[in-house]
């Protein structure tokens, strides 16, 4: 399958600092990047998508200007995560796709775990 | 509304046990995909397998077999003759033909196979 990196894996970052996270994929020109979140031993929830060149799309809940996210090339896309909180502390995984590949699928990333002091 | 319930919380095993992860998903359409992910304990997501659900027939990939069945809405999955390897959190996920964009996830179950 695809290749899909994150970096950091992980960060430790004092209260209200802001992180940004980057999402590469290695291997395949990936048209749309989702960001997730996953708290201990739960569930994965969307964050929001993004398309490359435009304005991403936040799930209900998701504040958009804390969580600051740009896709401006068909391989990267950054999540930033603004005036961090321990709240925010979190494993937040991306994924990518191709929409224009004939199998859609989407290549999830090894994740990015931030705790927030 | 969408919803994937995975019941079973933990399992454990002893290896070469064969074992069955549930999984209940609820939706309006009738066109919708289904899809099975294992996580391990690095974190990153393994697709395991993905279905639409005009297709039920049932699929094996070596040591692993998918149960689909619509008249229960249920899309199990099982592993023959655990390895430890095998351990990790598995997870089940539902998108829909009109948004195939949103994966909506279950819980996962955590899968612990002892040697």
């Known amino acids: ?117 | 509304a969408q919803k994937v319930t995975q019941a079973q919380t933990e399992i454990s095993v002893v290896e070469k046990e064969d074992v069955t992860l549930d999984c209940v998903y609820e939706t309006r359409d009738t066109t919708y995909y289904l899809f099975w992910y294992k996580q391990p304990p690095s974190g990153e997501l393994v697709f395991l397998i993905r279905r639409n659900s005009f297709d039920e027939q049932n699929e094996i990939s070596g040591r692993y077999s998918w149960n689909f069945q619509k008249s229960t809405s249920s899309f199990n999955f099982t592993i023959t003759a655990s390895q430890v390897v095998d351990s990790a959190v598995y997870f089940c996920a539902l998108s829909e033909a009109y948004n195939t964009d949103k994966l909506i996830f279950g819980t996962g179950t955590r899968l612990q196979v002892f040697p």
């Open chain 1, 1 to 117: 399958g695809a290749v899909v990196s994150q970096h950091p894996s992980r960060v430790i970052c004092k209260s209200g600092t802001s992180v940004k996270i980057e999402c590469r994929s290695l291997d395949f020109q990936a048209t749309t990047m989702f960001w997730y979140r996953q708290f201990p031993k739960k569930s994965l929830m969307l964050m929001a998508t993004s398309n490359e060149g435009s304005k991403a799309t936040y799930e209900q809940g998701v504040e958009k200007d804390k969580f600051l996210i740009n896709h401006a090339s068909l391989t990267l896309s950054t999540l930033t995560v603004t005036s961090a909180h321990p709240e925010d502390s979190s494993f937040y995984i991306c994924s990518a796709a191709n929409r224009q590949a004939t199998s859609y699928e989407q290549y999830f990333g090894p994740g990015t775990r931030l705790t927030v002091t």
